[in-house]
């Protein structure tokens, strides 16, 4: 059973940096995309960013050109780098992953259990 492990949330003033960390564990199958969601109170999940095992990006409109998804694929591992954060990027982030040939989150993700990112003077 795969286990997927975020790290790196907490708080931070606006315009402020944090990178996220997320490994995934328990599993030996090929992974193929990785991606954080964040879900802030009363709203929507909402997709944040995803990355293949090729490196293709997708990001939401909310945060092109402040955060930046990479990954390690030895290590399992998924980052988020989040710059010039504003309050209302305050959420839980999750992150997720599918297995090949599965490239839909939505669809076929695995999800860890969420860090908390807040955004506040």
Do not use: H
């Given at each position: 059973q795969v286990q997927l492990v975020e790290s790196g949330g907490g708080l931070v003033q606006p315009g402020g940096s944090l990178k996220l960390s997320c490994a995934a564990s328990g599993t030996f199958?090929?992974?193929?995309?990785?991606?954080?969601?964040?879900?802030?109170?009363?709203k929507?999940?909402?997709?944040?960013a995803t990355i293949t095992g090729g490196g293709t990006t997708n990001y939401a409109?909310?945060?092109k050109g402040r955060f930046t998804?990479?990954?390690?694929?030895?290590?399992?591992?998924?980052?988020?780098?989040?710059?010039s954060l504003k309050p209302e990027d305050t959420a839980v982030y999750y992150c997720g992953l599918t297995y090949w040939p599965y490239s839909d989150l939505d669809k076929y993700g695995?999800?860890?259990q969420g860090t908390q990112v807040t955004v506040s003077s």
């Open positions: 199958q090929t992974i193929y995309a990785m991606g954080w969601y964040r879900q802030a109170p009363g929507q999940r909402e997709l944040v409109d909310s945060v998804i990479s990954r390690d694929n030895v290590k399992k591992t998924a980052f988020l780098q989040m710059n695995y999800w860890g």
